[in-house]
């Protein structure tokens, strides 16, 4: 009997011995966060990434009650920021904002610093956006889609992007191919959507095929004159803009879209502590209204099927990549 009490006793000091990393991790992740996070966006302020980060990190900061710090780290085709994600601490402290163009540099950069498939985890997809193709409206003879495709047919034209892989580096290799442009399109690629976007409003530049978010006040303001929607369906920020399915060339039709992430190796109460807080900040009416005025589609999918989502996109736009010879910036 003796002997039974001692054992009773054993087995139930083994049971909370087992269970102590277990509680040990779920009370760091209630503690969740003990300093202010940093939210990475290797791209310039401005931009579409930036914004719904901005957004997103305002969010978190008011149910976290520390200020989510937005860090923005351009350069390297948006792979500095995403190195120094890669190598922060895993303690849940640092988030990564991506978009499309990282998918493209796990082919454009098979020798990147750190590995996108292996070292992150996806945390959920916040959101998409169609391309708008866009012109200077004063200085562009093209009043619609089919003007500035017989212009580019005989004319040699730039095109701006925020960089080589960029997803309006990609719309403008869509556009290249259905033109037949080749070598009379020439590619400029900046370090980010919004000087781009300047520039083609200055004269700079002749066309872009740009994310909406970013050429949006410039075609309220008169001076980028929209041609397109690369969308399925019309946008409700700009109704009189038709689609490229509608004027007949579905082929330039390509969407945007912005995810965030973290480190593979963070713990995994605090990777469920984080989706559980992103997606709370996603359903948040006044983060919708904002993100939805900027022209996003708002999705705060969870963390599974955004896994699923940008492994399909890194594999599909993996072979434009190869066949267009899209090279990292000089």
């Known amino acids: 009997m003796h002997r039974h009490r001692l054992g009773r006793r054993e087995a139930l000091g083994l049971a909370t011995t087992l269970a102590l990393p277990g509680l040990v991790r779920a009370q760091g992740a209630a503690a969740f966060p003990d300093r202010n996070p940093r939210y990475i966006v290797p791209f310039p302020p401005g931009g579409l990434t930036d914004i719904m980060a901005r957004f997103l990190g305002q969010k978190l900061s008011e149910a976290w009650g520390k200020a989510v710090l937005i860090d923005n780290r351009a350069g390297g085709n948006a792979l500095i920021g995403a190195d120094i994600a890669a190598k922060a601490p895993p303690d849940g402290h640092t988030l990564l904002a991506i978009t499309l163009t990282h998918a493209v540099n796990a082919t454009m950069f098979p020798n990147a610093p750190y590995d996108f498939r292996r070292d992150f985890h996806v945390i959920s997809l916040l959101g998409s956006l169609p391309l708008v193709v866009v012109v200077n409206a004063e200085k562009s003879p093209a009043r619609d889609l089919a003007g500035l495709v017989a212009q580019m047919r005989t004319t040699p034209m730039s ?20 033109t037949n442009a080749g070598d009379r399109l020439t590619h400029v690629p900046y370090r980010g959507g919004a000087p781009s976007v300047t520039d083609l409003a200055g004269g ?7 994310n909406l978010p970013e050429c949006l006040a410039q075609i309220r303001g008169g001076r980028l004159r929209a041609l397109a929607i690369t969308s399925a369906e019309r946008h409700k920020l700009v109704p009189e803009v038709p689609t490229v399915r509608e ?21 995994a109460p605090l990777k469920t502590r984080l989706e559980h807080d992103i997606l709370a900040a996603m359903r948040d009416p006044d983060m919708v209204r904002r993100a939805e005025e900027a022209g996003f589609q708002v999705l705060g999918w969870d963390s599974n099927r955004s896994t699923r989502f940008v492994a399909q996109e890194t594999d599909r736009w993996a072979s434009l990549v190869t066949e267009a010879q899209i090279r990292p910036d000089a």
């Open 159 to 178: 095109g701006g992007s925020s960089g080589n892989g960029s997803p309006p580096h990609l719309g403008l290799e869509l556009l290249r191919r259905v």
């Open 204 to 210: 700079t530049l002749d066309v872009m095929v740009s």
């Open 247 to 267: 004027l007949g060339m579905p082929n330039l039709e390509i969407t945007n879209w912005t995810a965030v992430l973290t480190q593979a190796a963070v713990p």
